[in-house]
């Protein structure tokens, strides 16, 4: 999900590079006063880590591959503002030195995924993990659930980023200017194949990598390596509300829209098996020729009341749109608060 | 990597292994050929490396600003034809670019046609779905951009040797100490590919016959924590490499670059493109 | 004459793993000397004991008359005086190298130690010519073979001219040819009147690089003489685990 060049508008480039720009400048002299001289280094190779990281192929359960972002893996171990920084610099390098992700949308794919996706990845992480021992089968799930957590709100995200411009960014006759699925097209498409393959791959890479260091190196799990959070689960909290405030805030034009369908490349086109894969997995957008009669219909209604995007029906959308939003975020929080719950019944019991 | 990248379009499938090196040897030849074509004598190679970068964004947020189709058109000729006066062959654009762009974003972009309500210019034969021409100017809009921005991200990279461009970051503002981590990031990301070839190799070599998949996740995900591992010793090492030779947290950087006549001349041809893009592709 | 270092009883431990037990030694200036030991006798420790990266638990490090502690290099002054004089070649070229290119690396100790622009774009072209890298000035480090990564290691120290070189296991890993190159480069040194202090076990080099023999087991000293008389010792080596049992020496 590197939203490439050309799929979100200067507007929104703009606003997610100012939002991202102060989370850059509170990470950095927050890791820099914990690293002082070591700064330089250790932020540097666990930068290229991420990277790396990137680019394992990983056999997911039901037979095929995916990359991970490690979001979830990075906000693990190093905790959230190293993570965020690290995934930042890796996301920057893929953009200028290998043209994977654009320049003007790199704001937006670090909000998304190294900022958003970290911050999720962590709280989720500590409010499951707990204070379990560190040799807990219990770490290894909470680092599955974090990363799969992570990518999935990184998803949600940038499918709320795509599934904007339509909707603010045309011209006058109607003309999407911009990646020009709206919302009803944009969620489901991404959510799919988020909450399956790439979510997976998440996961797995999370969860992998903290088994083997329970048994191989435990002390990297002690605390996160470049610092925790600071911040109280009080102040987890309203995290979680600022998120669900930036959501409401993004329809009115505040957040960039956007674009990943997902991680397939051009090669995999070519296969019919990942075709079909595709397909499956983001049941619209997929090969055309596929486009299910269900989902035309479900296109059909969403554009049913808009004749010319009227203005009208743009204030509509933006109700829709929050409300949408703050129901994903509140079923999300529902979900983590029953898990711990669970969690911490099972352990008195 | 993701969606659009300028190494060649990967597969899914194939060992871990495979795609790891693959990857390897495709990030390497990618810097090899950078290196050696930012050396040749061309027009961009010979422009200061900071005009060059302040350049290409300002044209790549350009092409994704305009809301005209033809001069969006011409943006990428603009391009095209800095990469032919740059000795930067049209076929690589091709091939790192425009193709992978096309299959990728021109795929997404095909059910906008059906899919973007408006003015119903005919209807796909056999299915009856309308083709309206706000879905085919929305869907070119989309491609457009996207080849236009990653041709310049291309030229740019591909006329600049790294170093200096991470250099000329300064430009924007970068922090020094993030221009230096980059840098060096950059150079330990070979450093640790090479790394995470040896050990999945080193772990499959061990392994008789075909791993089911459950042991191949184990094989990946032992592998990135081994690599962690090694990535932190590495770090702590070169710490102390820093310090021995008079490192103390204070960052310098030397560079040499010096805006000459043809560097004006450039922000001159620059500053007119832009002003011509905004003018006639304001609406 | 005085010792340039005077280590005393030094004990020193990673996490639980001793690596240095109770050494004890002393440097003059302008001294070769060699440090022989099989692996994990401490020798790469010790380098790092002399260039205060390391710290001892206990005992007592002097250099150039005065205490070398973690309290005394906290000071910037004696830190950028004492960094000046010692220069520490690490034995993996790939750690030593992290800059983005041969120049960069080349210009980062001059422009830690706060040299005026000039002299340092002056110097590096210098050492450029010296260590026959001129042609490699704008390479990346993962572009270099094994020799051409330990000549730009090398340089990146010789460029501040310290007093003293510490170098470690300067031609592990490299092919005959690139090895011969760098010793040849180190036996040049030899007129400049520098300290010269490195860790090896490849004996057959030893009486190009070094006058002094000192033999290191497991953490401490276990004999020190001229090169000659040490490579005479069979035994000795043998018992250190320098030579395989009796290997004949030629």
């Not at chain 2, 840098?183 to 080193?202: K, P, Q």
Request: charged share 15%.
């Amino acid at each position: 999900m590197h939203i490439p060049d050309g799929y979100l508008s200067p507007a929104t480039c703009a606003a997610a590079y100012a939002a991202a720009l102060p989370v850059w400048a509170v990470a950095l002299r927050r890791v820099k006063r914990l690293l002082q001289s070591r700064l330089v280094p250790l932020l540097a190779v666990v930068s290229a880590f991420c990277f790396v990281v990137m680019m394992f192929n990983l056999p997911i359960p039901g037979g095929t591959t995916a990359h991970a972002v490690g979001m979830g893996l990075a906000a693990v171990l190093l905790g959230p503002w190293a993570a965020s920084l690290a995934i930042s610099i890796a996301l920057l390098i893929q953009a200028l030195f290998f043209g994977d992700g654009g320049l003007t949308t790199f704001g937006a794919n670090c909000l998304n995924m190294a900022i958003v996706g970290s911050f999720a990845s962590y709280a989720v992480y500590r409010l499951l993990a707990g204070r379990a021992p560190l040799q807990a089968r219990r770490r290894v799930v909470a680092a599955a659930v974090a990363g799969y957590a992570g990518i999935n709100m990184a998803a949600f995200l940038a499918a709320c980023e795509f599934g904007l411009q339509p909707l603010l960014f045309h011209d006058a006759a109607g003309t999407p200017l911009y990646a020009p699925y709206p919302l009803g097209v944009a969620l489901p498409a991404m959510m799919l194949a988020h909450l399956t393959l790439a979510g997976a791959a998440e996961a797995v890479i999370a969860a992998g990598v903290v088994a083997y260091l329970q048994r191989s190196n435990p002390s990297l799990l002690e605390a996160p390596l470049l610092g925790g959070s600071g911040l109280r689960w009080g102040s987890l909290r309203s995290l979680w509300i600022g998120l669900g405030a930036l959501m409401v805030c993004s329809p009115l034009g505040l957040l960039a829209a956007g674009t990943a369908w997902g991680e397939w490349a051009p090669g995999d086109l070519q296969n019919a098996g990942i075709r079909q894969q595709i397909a499956r997995a983001s049941s619209d957008v997929a090969p055309p020729v596929h486009v299910p009669a269900g989902l035309e219909r479900l296109a059909g209604l969403w554009h049913a009341p808009l004749p010319d995007y009227a203005p009208a029906f743009l204030h509509n959308a933006t109700v829709g749109y929050a409300v949408s939003a703050m129901v994903g975020c509140g079923l999300i929080l529902l979900l983590l608060a029953a898990l711990s719950a669970l969690w911490r019944g099972g352990r008195s019991a | 990597m993701g969606e659009h990248s300028f190494l060649p379009g990967h597969r899914h499938g194939g060992g871990v292994l495979d795609r790891l090196g693959e990857g390897l040897l495709a990030a390497l030849r990618h810097g090899l050929e950078a290196d050696d074509l930012a050396r040749r004598p061309g027009l961009l190679q010979g422009l200061d490396p900071r005009v060059k970068l302040a350049g290409a964004l300002a044209l790549m947020l350009m092409a994704v600003w305009v809301r005209t189709l033809p001069v969006l058109a011409a943006l990428l000729g603009l391009a095209a034809g800095l990469a032919l006066v740059s000795q930067v062959p049209l076929a690589r654009l091709m091939r790192q670019v425009w193709l992978g762009v096309l299959a990728f974003t021109g795929l997404l972009a095909l059910p906008a046609l059906v899919l973007v309500p408006g003015r119903v210019l005919f209807h796909l034969p056999l299915l009856s779905w309308p083709v309206t021409l706000q879905g085919l100017r929305s869907a070119a809009f989309l491609v457009g951009r996207a080849e236009t921005s990653a041709s310049y991200g291309l030229l740019l990279i591909l006329c600049t040797p790294w170093p200096h461009l991470l250099k000329s970051l300064r430009l924007l503002r970068v922090p020094l100490v993030l221009v230096v981590i980059l840098g060096m990031t950059h150079r330990y990301i070979f450093l640790l590919l090479h790394s995470a070839v040896d050990l999945v190799e080193a772990r499959r070599s061990r392994a008789v016959g075909p791993l089911p998949p459950r042991e191949r996740r184990r094989l990946v995900t032992g592998a990135a924590g081994e690599l962690l591992g090694r990535a932190l010793d590495l770090g702590g090492e070169a710490h102390l490499a820093m310090i021995a030779r008079g490192f103390g947290g204070e960052i310098h950087l030397l560079d040499d670059f010096r805006l000459r006549t043809r560097d004006g001349a450039a922000l001159a041809g620059l500053a007119l493109t832009l002003v011509a893009a905004w003018w006639w592709g304001g609406r | 004459m005085t010792a340039l270092f005077d280590l005393n009883d030094v004990h020193y431990a990673y996490r639980d793993t001793p690596a240095l037990t109770g050494l004890s030694l002393a440097v003059e200036a302008g001294r070769r000397v060699a440090l022989l030991g099989a692996n994990g006798s401490g020798k790469s420790t010790l380098l790092r004991v002399l260039d205060g990266l390391y710290f001892p638990d206990s005992g007592t490090v002097t250099a150039f008359g005065a205490p070398l502690t973690r309290q005394a290099l906290a000071d910037e002054a004696t830190a950028f005086a004492f960094r000046r004089r010692v220069g520490y070649v690490f034995q993996n070229a790939d750690i030593q190298l992290f800059n983005p290119t041969v120049f960069d690396e080349l210009a980062f100790g001059p422009l830690q130690l706060g040299l005026p622009r000039a002299e340092i774009r002056h110097k590096v072209e210098e050492a450029l010519v010296r260590f026959d890298l001129a042609a490699l000035r704008d390479r990346a480090p993962h572009r270099l073979s094994g020799g051409e990564k330990k000549r730009v290691a090398l340089a990146s120290v010789l460029i501040l001219e310290p007093d003293v070189l510490l170098m470690d296991e300067p031609t592990a890993a490299l092919d005959p040819r690139s090895a011969g190159e760098i010793i040849a480069l180190l036996a040049a040194l030899q007129d400049s009147g520098r300290t010269v202090i490195t860790a090896t076990h490849d004996l057959d080099s030893l009486a190009a690089i070094a006058d002094l023999a000192v033999v290191l087991q497991d953490g401490r000293v276990a004999a020190q003489g001229p090169v000659a008389d040490i490579l005479a010792d069979h035994a000795l080596l043998a018992r250190t685990r320098l030579l395989k049992p009796h290997a004949d020496l030629r």
